[in-house]
């Protein structure tokens, strides 16, 4: 019997991961294979008193993780357990300075990026002359956003130096950075679903205000045949990271594409709704020809 396991957060309540987790489902199942949903609140793996790796995921030729609790990806991919994507790719994908250190050095346009200065003490202040260097380096307006985070949540534009100053202490004691604002990519972007290196859909998003062009935050898509220079620098980016799939968000420079992040557990209703292309087919034959074409 093929039988696979979904794992979702253990605490999200989106309708947009539940969905995910639902379709992805369906189109197995039509493949033939059985797949549960679970949450990943039950421990799946522990390290017993002899220093092994325990798991009560048993049984299951591969495991979609729809969650980024590393340390549990670990464990799984460590017993041998194929996950969709490998643990190291949603390790990377989840930090976003460690998504553009791997990237870094490829020919592959990213906004210029200050990682932020770590601070262990809460009572400690932002200096003055860390700041007059973000300023100098990046000029105004320029991006403040904490390295983890998705829908846009931990992201700033910072037009000033009391801004930047604010902000800076409020990010102090989390990974965070400083980023070029792409002023032609003011509230619009490029979504691109990639799936086994191959972008499959794409959509641009639009804002009607805000800087960020989130379709949860109210941005609207529509549908787009993206130009070949974008295509390759999406498809080039996901092999580095080795992603099996991704979203990948493209800003619109003045006369070159940027890329802003790549999201491992990207969702992909908005996509499928905008283009009318079945990404959950795609990715779900995918995962299917990985795991059985042998």
Not at 200 to 206: D, F, G, L, P, S
Not at 248 to 271: H, M, P, R, T
Request: glycine share 6%; net charge positive.
């Amino acid at each position: 019997m093929k039988k696979g396991l979904i794992l979702i957060n253990a605490y999200s309540k989106l309708e947009q991961s539940l969905n995910q987790s639902k379709r992805l489902k369906w189109e197995l199942e039509q493949l033939g294979v059985q797949v549960d949903i679970k949450r990943n609140d039950f421990f799946t793996t522990i390290i017993n008193d002899n220093g092994d790796i325990e798991s009560q995921v048993k049984n299951y030729d591969f495991c979609i993780y729809l969650d980024k609790d590393k340390y549990i990806s670990s464990m799984l991919e460590k017993i041998g357990i194929r996950l969709f994507n490998r643990h190291r790719a949603i390790e990377i994908c989840d930090d976003k300075v460690l998504t553009f250190i791997e990237l870094s050095n490829n020919n592959i346009p990213m906004p210029i990026t200050l990682p932020g200065l770590l601070c262990y003490d809460p009572q400690e202040d932002v200096k003055k002359e860390t700041l007059d260097i973000v300023e100098k380096k990046l000029n105004y307006p320029l991006i403040a956003k904490a390295n983890y985070g998705s829908l846009g949540k931990g992201v700033y534009k910072v037009d000033n130096r009391e801004q930047l100053d604010i902000i800076a202490r409020q990010l102090k004691c989390q990974p965070h950075q400083f980023q070029q604002f792409i002023k032609t990519s003011f509230g619009k972007d490029i979504r691109v679903i990639v799936i086994g290196g191959k972008v499959v859909a794409a959509m641009k998003r639009q804002s009607n205000g805000d800087f960020r062009s989130n379709i949860g935050l109210g941005g609207v898509g529509a549908p787009l045949t993206p130009p070949k220079e974008v295509i390759e620098m999406c498809e080039k980016a996901t092999k580095i990271l080795k992603l099996d799939y991704c979203g990948v968000d493209i800003l619109f420079g003045e006369n070159k594409y940027y890329i802003c992040e790549v999201n491992s557990n990207a969702f992909f209703d908005g996509i499928e709704k905008v283009t009318g292309v079945n990404v959950a087919k795609a990715y779900s034959e995918y995962i299917f020809k990985t795991i059985y074409a042998n």
